[in-house]
């Protein structure tokens, strides 16, 4: 009897395993379209669109003071980001990230705003001002573009990763899709000529860095956002797809940005290279504008969880810290111009230490240095 009861457990886990390893083989290899269809598109991003919207009007009142003739409001400033659309844009960034904005940089651009500037003086400057038509601080930094481009991942790529954690559906693709500044055509250009529905915010540098050939970032981020609804569509049996796809897209862009510190790290470099004769205020603001541009897309990420992203909060310091503009100290950026041979050299160890991180091949640092909507007249 005691034989027969074993035999009877040991035939049942087998056909158990059976019929396990059976409805496992019958599952459907998950069909993956080649175009991104969405009948109710506009109606599923309402949320994201608006919370686009409120930074991209945030960020052209702010740019406004780049005519050294304009004063900015810090009421204004406050309103636009924290009253300007529901969600509120400012309810989206987390607290690091907002008190900085609302207790530091927008006070800091009202008192440089309406007045002139010059780096050369950045040592001793009581104020920040406009040099070059580019809004700079006292130091040197552009806080527009820390503000603009921190939130790139501080607000929108928080809400990306807010969307992933919950059910994904369609419509929640759709969601992820917007605040990424996509859309369901994936154009793969920001140019308005080109297309109906120009890439914005992160695909807008995720498709300036893609060669267009079908292998770049931008295209393995559509993709992975073709996968992902295919997998949403399919429904739960197709957790693993969904969740791999999500992992894939978050990987891909961050890399997207930390390739555009790379091409605007190699601008700023040959920009301010030139000899002192033929350095003019425009090259030398622009330098600093690139530059400043990565203070932004560095810093921002130090309001994004850190089971979401690969670069390290100690990363983050040391980036900041070769940008010459610390975190939790002033910035000397005016020295990129007063002492440009010696400090040139630490954005050359910054471009070594993010290929290093993200496994960048020495032929894609060379194209990240391009612009490729430009260079292909996308």
């Known amino acids: 009897m005691k034989n027969l009861k074993q035999i009877s457990v040991i035939l049942l886990a087998c056909i158990t395993f059976t019929a396990c390893k059976k409805d496992k083989a019958e599952k ?9 269809i969405s009948a109710n598109y506009t109606q599923n991003v309402v949320t994201e669109t ?8 945030y960020t052209v009142y702010m740019k406004k003071a780049e005519n050294v003739a304009f ?11 924290s009253n300007n659309g529901t969600p509120k844009l400012s309810e989206l960034t987390p607290i690091y990230y907002r008190n900085l904005i609302t207790d530091s940089w927008n006070g800091v651009m009202v008192e440089a705003s309406q007045n002139s500037y010059d780096p050369a003086n950045g040592a001793t400057a009581t104020n920040g ?15 527009n573009q820390e503000i603009e481009k921190g939130l790139f991942e501080a607000a929108l790529y928080n809400h990306f990763i807010t969307l992933s954690q919950s059910k994904i559906t369609p419509e929640v693709v759709d969601k992820m899709v917007c605040i990424f500044g996509a859309n369901p055509s994936f154009p793969n250009t920001n140019t308005a000529s080109k297309t109906p529905s120009p890439d914005a915010f992160i695909a807008t540098y995720a498709a300036r860095r893609d060669k267009g050939d079908g292998k770049g970032l931008y295209s393995q981020i559509k993709n992975q956002f073709l996968k992902l609804q295919a997998a949403a569509k399919a429904g739960d049996t197709y957790v693993d797809e969904q969740n791999a796809a999500i992992a894939e897209l978050k990987i891909l862009i961050e890399k997207a940005i930390m390739a555009t510190v790379i091409h605007y790290n190699s601008a700023a470099t040959t920009k301010l290279s030139n000899t002192p004769s033929a350095l003019t205020p425009a090259l030398i603001a622009g330098g600093l504008h690139d530059l400043g541009e990565n ?4 810093h921002g990420f130090k309001a994004v969880p850190q089971a979401h992203r690969r670069i390290t909060d100690a990363q983050i310091d040391e980036f900041l810290g070769l940008l010459l503009a610390p975190r939790n100290a002033e910035a000397t950026m005016y020295r990129f111009v007063t002492s440009s041979a010696i400090e040139l050299q630490k954005i050359a160890q ?14 894609e640092m060379t194209d990240f240095g391009f612009n490729w909507i430009s260079r292909n007249g996308r």
Not at 28 to 36: F, H
Not at 129 to 141: I, S
Not at 295 to 298: E, H, Q, R
């Open 28 to 36: 459907p290899a998950l069909v993956i379209p080649t175009q991104y």
């Open 50 to 57: 608006s919370v686009r919207r409120q930074l991209a009007a």
């Open 71 to 81: 004063k900015l409001r810090l009421d204004s400033l406050e309103w636009y980001f």
């Open 129 to 143: 001002g406009v040099y070059g038509a580019r809004l700079f601080d006292k130091r040197a930094k552009e806080t």
């Open 295 to 298: 203070v932004g897309f560095v």
């Open 350 to 363: 910054l471009q070594q230490k993010i290929k290093a991180i993200y496994g960048f091949t020495d032929a």
